[in-house]
């Protein structure tokens, strides 16, 4: 199963700087600084041999899986793990030497490294053990370049060699947008990885944790973003307005991700070669037909990584027969339980709760009207607060499975 990927785990022991608080975490502060004034930027994190005495590293196989994962347009990950923080890079290149060592970090100075990864982008996903055991546990070696498989990575994993070559059974595409993850404000990063455990956040909302680890690693992350905003805005016992409106935003926003990340992801995948949308990157359009359109202003749905706002959902979802070549029934035949769930219950939650509304409103400069009680309704119907939630029922229909019942993440 391809693409194949990179993993290995460093020491944060080994970290010479104690400004930070791993060579990771510097690593990403490093980038993100060269990204500011440079889009183009880059940087190389190494492999320090450990001994003299190691196998030889086959850098040619490591080069190989960049050449072939380029071939059939998909990105090379590089998982980096101290095995409570995990973090990806995306890799362009895989070198022995390295002709500008201003880019790589000061640690790796008289060292012998023995591989280098150039990295463009560089985002940390996990920041506590139990989440990062369950991001390894979709890893497993089964490919051409060892004679032996591994069905699951864990901490405890013996008799390999880093780095690794391996794959992701997740298929996660971490950097499928224009946009620097390293440019973002990721809340890993701030929040210390024990306060943000899935147990602790129990009190919060109501995801069994099977469907937690279901959702895509972007949209969890900014779930756990938006429960901190929420208790930032309630603290103290003060009520802040702002923040609040900020934490039901973001709930309104992983909602329409995990759409793209399923609806829109399977329609890419059934029609995406003849569906055609507007070139929009803030606002794109399906078009019901080309005929007789200007196609420089169009691209294929395939071809498009952009996001579709909620009403562009809902019309698809009131309208199944929408493109002239096709209807959303038979396109949705192979997820039935999906389709169903979003014909029938979905749809009529985007409308009587007017949630779509609200996204809209909320993501204009400007007052609000909407009461705090409405505003915190909207976080109870996505989460499943005194009910099932419309992110639990997505999950669950997509899968088509049933969680074990009162284990809640």
Not at 138 to 166: A, C, W
Not at 232 to 260: F, P, S, W
Not at 281 to 300: A, E, H, N, W
Not at 374 to 381: F, S, T
Request: proline residues 4%.
């Amino acid at each position: 199963m391809k693409p194949y990927h990179f993993y290995l785990a460093f020491n944060p022991l080994f970290n010479e700087d104690q400004t930070w608080k791993t060579q990771a975490h510097q690593f990403h502060h490093c980038l993100k600084e060269k990204k500011i004034n440079d889009p183009q930027a880059h940087m190389y994190w190494g492999k320090i041999q450990i001994s003299e005495y190691s196998e030889a590293l086959n850098i040619a196989n490591f080069q190989n899986v960049v050449s072939e994962n380029n071939d059939v347009q998909m990105d090379s990950h590089l998982y980096i793990t101290d095995y409570q923080h995990m973090w990806v890079g995306k890799v362009v290149e895989v070198l022995k030497q390295i002709p500008d060592p201003e880019n790589s970090l000061d640690f790796y100075k008289n060292k012998n490294v023995e591989v280098w990864f150039k990295i463009v982008d560089f985002d940390l996903i996990s920041n506590n053990s139990a989440e990062t055991t369950s991001l390894l546990s979709q890893m497993h070696v089964d490919n051409e370049y060892y004679n032996y498989k591994i069905k699951e990575m864990t901490p405890f994993t013996s008799g390999i060699r880093f780095p690794m070559i391996l794959q992701d059974k997740s298929q996660t595409r971490f950097f499928n947008s224009q946009a620097y993850r390293v440019l973002n404000e990721n809340p890993l990063l701030t929040t210390p990885g024990e306060a943000i455990k899935l147990d602790s956040l129990s009190h919060s909302f109501v995801i069994p944790e099977e469907t937690f680890r279901r959702i895509p690693e972007n949209v969890r992350s900014q779930i756990i973003h938006a429960e901190i905003l929420l208790l930032e805005a309630q603290a103290g016992g003060r009520k802040d307005r702002v923040k609040l409106e900020q934490a039901i935003l973001t709930y309104l926003k992983c909602l329409e991700i995990l759409l793209n990340e399923t609806f829109v992801a399977h329609l890419k995948r059934e029609e995406g070669f003849r569906v055609w949308v507007t070139k929009d990157s803030t606002s794109p359009k399906f078009m019901r037909t080309v005929v007789d359109k200007d196609k420089s202003t169009l691209v294929r749905l395939k071809d498009s990584n952009d996001i579709f706002n909620l009403s562009q959902i809902k019309m698809l979802l009131d309208t199944p027969s929408f493109f002239a070549h096709t209807s959303l029934d038979y396109v949705f035949r192979g997820k039935k339980s999906f389709w169903e769930y979003c014909r029938l219950e979905l749809r009529s939650t985007l409308k009587n709760e007017s949630l779509i509304e609200l996204r809209n409103l909320l993501n204009t400069p400007g007052d609000v009207k909407s009461h705090e009680r409405e505003l915190l309704l909207v976080r109870n119907i996505l989460l499943g607060v005194g009910g099932k939630g419309v992110f639990n029922n997505i999950v669950e229909s997509w899968y088509e499975f049933a969680p074990p019942k009162n284990k809640a993440a």
